[in-house]
């Protein structure tokens, strides 16, 4: 069985080629995965990798032209033609190789963006409980970090050993021709040298993946702490804090040496192998020119290609490294992808009910858990078994003690989350046979937090409803006593709000919320707490506020404040995710011994 319920399909057939090291079939799996994401790029990458085997054609030339050059010289014959073609082959090979950079670059940009697109996509979607047991500063570095790490695989990576491969075959094909001796004493010393670095490299994947890993748990830390500077400055917690996040930076620093290390030996390997084979083919090569077995031109010729040869050499290793480093973050972003998101609308069977008149909202014996930190197994139950009925076009309030399954009840009827038995139905169908965008496009819901936006006014006003005017905008801020907020500013609406609403006062917040839910005409609105952080006055204009809507929208209102209770139609008591009493004030004062004491005390918690 899947997350939600649903039955998976039969188990894909094992690859009897795959490995039996996990390590390397996780390595296949990433390769299919960058096969994927780079087949919409095919075209360019073609374009490329025709440049670079143009390119490599040009390189090739050059040595053996240059030796055409020597023998002019030393026959005393004109240097012109050779030294023309010479020239014309640099030429070309500098235009080629910057032609191709471009390419590869916009290559590059492109595959991230498409990726971070997707990423995007994918966590604005996923199901509240995946996103309920992860650190969102890991996901975004997912974003941000591991795709930018994508374009290397593109720009230096796998362009790079296709084409180096060209030169290497086409160097080796060429010094054969010229002394096929120097040839073998070159690939004996090339060799031993490319074997340790093949060795480390296989090591590099490992590494960098650990080192994302832990820059992504430094970046969770570090946006914890900003998210809640100020209360941990009015604890004076500045130091434990600052340890904390000090351990996460100074886990991403090893890690990060960890990978450093195994970059470093590839550099000194790659020198080894290519100083050894430049002595061994200085060393044999001079002896064969003395004893008159190679000319100059042609120990000129080979040098060269030995140049040729080498150096993609040690780009190949390098880009073998950068292709790992790229595997080891797309094994990071295809976690994410792979994530399950909301279900799709494509088998609901109830569309076009929901408009804006008033529904019904009713509970038939819903009980629902929370999963655990796992994400595999629900935690305790939160609602067992809760039935209600919240009338069309009246108000009903959900009182009860902290923790009795209030805001979940919301969570349900918004389908934020699904039921783990029994039914949640507005407008008398199950939550789940009704499109999730029309049932939002329903329903105005206002978090107990009330977050407000990065942006401005107008911006968080416009989320639920981007063709209002400014005039309705202007009216419904008047009906949440913000009109004179917008009147006090000189920018109007395009006031800032701040990173967080941080601009604003909590009962700014949580009347800005509310103006954007009012805004929305819904047929269903849906308040947990709105007059938590509300002065009497604010308050009674936001009762003046619902109660003009009243009869054109339900409203089911999570309340703490009795003067928010005692007005409402209709009253359910929650305790222990059960209702336990129904009614309205005066009925429950009587009957509902839990009612009694909490409306006793003022405030319920």
Do not use: C
């Amino acid at each position: 069985m899947s997350d939600d319920g649903t039955a998976r399909g039969p188990a894909e057939p094992a690859d009897p080629a795959d490995p039996a090291d996990p390590a390397d079939t996780g390595t296949r799996a990433d390769l299919r995965a960058l096969g994927r994401l780079l087949r919409p790029h095919t075209t360019a990458l073609a374009l490329a990798g025709a440049l670079g085997l143009a390119n490599a054609a040009a390189a090739l030339a050059q040595p053996l032209l240059v030796r055409e050059v020597v023998r002019a010289i030393e026959e005393a014959v004109s240097v012109v033609r050779p030294a023309t073609w010479l020239v014309v082959a640099l030429v070309v090979a500098a235009a080629l190789s910057g032609v191709q950079a471009y390419v590869l670059q916009r290559t590059g940009e492109a595959v991230v963006r498409r990726t971070r697109t997707r990423l995007v996509s994918r966590l604005l979607r996923l199901r509240l409980t995946e996103l309920d047991r992860r650190r969102s500063g890991d996901l975004i570095s997912r974003v941000g970090a591991d795709t930018t790490l994508l374009r290397t695989v593109v720009t230096s990576g796998l362009v790079d050993i296709a084409s180096g491969v060209v030169i290497i075959a086409g160097a080796v094909v060429a010094m054969a021709v010229v002394d096929p001796f120097l040839l073998a004493t070159t690939l004996t010393a090339v060799a031993v040298g490319m074997t340790g670095a093949l060795l480390v490299v296989r090591r590099v994947r490992a590494a960098s993946l650990a080192a994302q890993t832990a820059v992504g748990t430094m970046t969770s830390g570090v946006e914890r702490s900003l998210g809640g500077l100020r209360t941990i400055r009015a604890a004076g917690a500045e130091p434990r804090e600052e340890r904390a996040v000090g351990h996460a930076v100074d886990g991403a620093f090893l890690a990060g040496l960890r990978l450093a290390r195994l970059e470093a030996v590839l550099g000194p390997v790659a020198s080894i192998a290519v100083q050894g084979a430049f002595l061994a083919v200085l060393g044999v090569g001079g002896v064969r020119v003395a004893a008159g077995e190679v000319s100059v031109a042609d120990l000129v010729a080979f040098v060269l290609l030995l140049f040729l040869l080498v150096q993609p050499l040690a780009q190949g290793i390098a880009a073998v490294a950068a292709v790992q480093t790229g595997l080891g973050a797309l094994a990071r972003i295809e976690e994410v992808l792979a994530l399950p998101e909301e279900t799709a609308d494509d088998d609901v069977r109830v569309r076009g009910v929901l408009g804006h008149a008033p529904v019904e909202v009713r509970l038939d014996d819903v009980r629902f858990a929370y999963v655990d930190e796992t994400g595999e197994a629900p935690g305790p139950p939160v609602l067992r078994g809760a039935s209600l009925v919240a009338p069309a076009g009246r108000r009903t309030a959900l009182v009860g003690p902290s923790g009795a399954g209030k805001s979940t009840v919301l969570a349900l009827v918004e389908r934020f989350y699904d039921v783990d038995g029994g039914r949640v139905l507005v407008g008398g169908h199950d939550v789940r046979d009704l499109p999730r965008a029309e049932l939002r496009a329903a329903t105005a819901y206002v978090e107990q937090d009330a977050p407000a936006l990065a942006g401005t006014l107008r911006d968080n006003l416009l989320l639920g409803r981007p063709d209002a005017t400014d005039a309705e905008l202007l009216a419904v801020l008047d009906q949440v006593n913000l009109g004179e907020l917008v009147a006090q500013r000189a920018t109007g609406l395009d006031t800032q709000v701040g990173d967080d609403g941080v601009l604003l006062s909590g009962g700014q917040r949580q009347r800005l919320a509310i103006a954007r839910a009012l805004l929305a005409r819904p047929a269903l609105l849906l308040l947990d707490e709105p007059t938590a952080s509300l002065d009497s006055r604010n308050e009674q204009a936001l009762a003046d506020a619902v109660a003009a809507i009243g009869p054109t929208t339900t409203v089911l209102v999570v309340a703490h404040r009795l003067s928010t209770v005692v007005d409402a139609d209709r009253i359910v008591v929650v305790d222990d995710g059960r209702v336990v009493a129904e009614g309205t004030h005066a009925e429950l004062v009587g009957t509902s011994p839990l009612y009694r004491d909490l409306a006793a005390r003022q405030l319920l918690v």
